[in-house]
């Protein structure tokens, strides 16, 4: 999978999710529930844009001094009996791996959540090892994912919101042998049966992080179903695959964080399992005897010191898709990204370039809202503007006389001018109110006074094909004329 979750064409895939009815529904429902529970969580802290600062200035103070955190953190590591391997790229971090797990002869490998194990592609790598490797991911909706023949994920903290339970239990019948019903309990005890089993037995496991503590040498995991403790503690060998921005100076920032990214990733105090580990001390019971860290690059240096670098402030909490109006009607899939949403818009381009994802900047309404949610403060919405600025005036792309640039270049002319905009919208007024009216509108609110279009030619066809598009007053009592006669009045 890597870093791209699809071999379609943007347009292919946006076709796709307009007719996925349910994946849909399930995304707004989603960010309706996550927004009261966040609200709810924020308020509880008290001072919530004070706390915005204050992360944001722990993310640029790393970010401006990481080299030296970083050598800090590897030399720590190593002090421990650790060790840690820089990793060009997905190529030499997947080589690391695959070294490591065939000088341990493993054959049954544990993993937890992480998006740059995924970002990286390592389970196919693993999955070439032997048909006797025993791969198995034990995050509940990650472990859906690969039982489902290692289907997408949607979304960053929710991977398998395209899912219902009905559908999980088909999966899990076919996959697994599961007979009973699709109470999410009873479907919970299938998925922790199956991985107890292997959990024991393992021999490597295989984890992110969310943040790795300078001055320690420790990671710091988040989770609530615990499976990350549980890989860290069990196998003898411990991998961890890190983005090299995901670093912290001590642990005291990292509290922070953690503070910052329950609350805007699931509207939690704190995570169920906040855990702090490394390589296993001599007075310690349990822990990994042979403690790796992979710390990864793949095209993050191509922020550093760019107009981007602010991207590598992300704490991947999500919190930008589940406020996102263009998240909410096309999902996950649609970005073709494994980051999705406002901040994979962004990043993606970086790591991946434009030719694959420069489609994706212009997935946005540049309404802000990612920007306003975000906890560390990323201005999300001014940096996917700096992209269009880079391909349109730099790179020259889309420079290449299709319709669908002719349509734009007329919207910029048209509405680059007072006059030719003002003629601009009496004409779509005059012109929507010819178009054919939609027999049903499903938005309540005062815009729809006069019906919804059913369907609309050019640019706005592929607003009408998901949603309703008002139809506009009559010419009298357009705002323009309003405010003329309401001043001329004074």
Not at 282 to 294: A, N, Y
Not at 332 to 361: N, R, W
Request: hydrophobic fraction near 40%; proline fraction near 4%.
């Amino acid at each position: 999978m890597g870093l791209s979750t699809s071999t379609k064409t943007f347009a292919e895939r946006l076709e796709d999710s307009k007719k996925d009815t349910f994946a849909r529904a399930a995304v707004a429902k989603a960010q309706d529930a996550q927004w009261e529970k966040r609200e709810t969580a924020r308020e509880e802290l008290g001072n919530w844009q004070e706390w915005r600062d204050i992360a944001e200035s722990i993310r640029q103070h790393t970010l401006k001094y990481l080299p030296h955190y970083l050598t800090e953190f590897s030399d720590n590591v190593a002090k421990r009996g650790g060790h840690v391997f820089f990793a060009a790229n997905a190529k030499e971090a997947n080589d690391y791996v695959k070294r490591i797990v065939l000088e341990k002869n493993a054959k049954k490998i544990v993993k937890s959540k992480s998006m740059v194990t995924t970002e990286v592609d390592i389970d196919p790598m693993l999955v070439s090892l032997g048909d006797d490797m025993d791969i198995l991911e034990t995050d509940l909706a990650e472990f859906i994912l690969q039982v489902a023949d290692w289907d997408e994920p949607s979304h960053i903290v929710f991977p398998a919101l395209h899912k219902n339970r009905d559908q999980i239990r088909e999966i899990f019948a076919a996959k697994l042998g599961y007979e009973g019903d699709n109470d999410p309990v009873n479907l919970a005890r299938c998925a922790r049966d199956t991985m107890r089993k292997l959990f024991l037995k393992s021999e490597v496991g295989i984890t992110g992080c969310n943040f790795a503590i300078a001055n320690t040498g420790d990671i710091n995991l988040s989770t609530n179903e615990g499976n990350a403790d549980l890989t860290i503690s069990i196998p003898k060998t411990q991998i961890v695959l890190m983005g090299m921005e995901r670093i912290v100076p001590s642990i005291k920032e990292a509290e922070i964080l953690d503070n910052m990214l329950a609350r805007s990733a699931v509207g939690q105090k704190l995570t169920t399992y906040v855990t702090f580990a490394g390589q296993k001390a001599e007075d310690e019971s349990d822990g990994p005897e042979d403690f790796h860290v992979v710390i990864v690059d793949n095209g993050r240096s191509n922020a550093i010191g760019t107009a981007f670098e602010s991207i590598l402030q992300c704490i991947r909490c999500g919190a930008c898709l589940n406020v996102c109006p263009v998240y909410r009607q096309i999902g996950g899939h649609a970005y073709g990204s494994i980051y999705p949403g406002p901040v994979g818009s962004v990043l993606s381009p970086v790591l991946g370039g434009y030719e694959q994802y420069g489609d994706l900047p212009y997935a946005s309404t540049l309404c802000g809202a990612c920007t306003e949610t975000c906890p560390v403060k990323i201005p999300l919405h001014e940096l996917l503007i700096e992209h269009r600025k880079v391909m349109e005036d730099e790179l020259k792309m889309h420079h290449d006389g299709s319709f669908v640039n002719m349509e734009m270049n007329a919207v910029g002319m048209g509405t680059g001018h007072p006059a030719m905009f003002g003629m601009a919208v009496n004409m779509a007024h005059t012109g929507l109110s010819m178009l054919p009216k939609a027999k049903e509108v499903t938005v309540e609110g005062s815009l729809f006074k006069y019906g919804a279009v059913r369907k609309a030619p050019a640019l706005a066809k592929g607003w009408t094909d998901v949603r309703d598009l008002p139809v506009a007053p009559p010419h009298k009592e357009q705002f323009r004329q309003w405010y003329k006669k309401h001043k001329a009045g004074k």
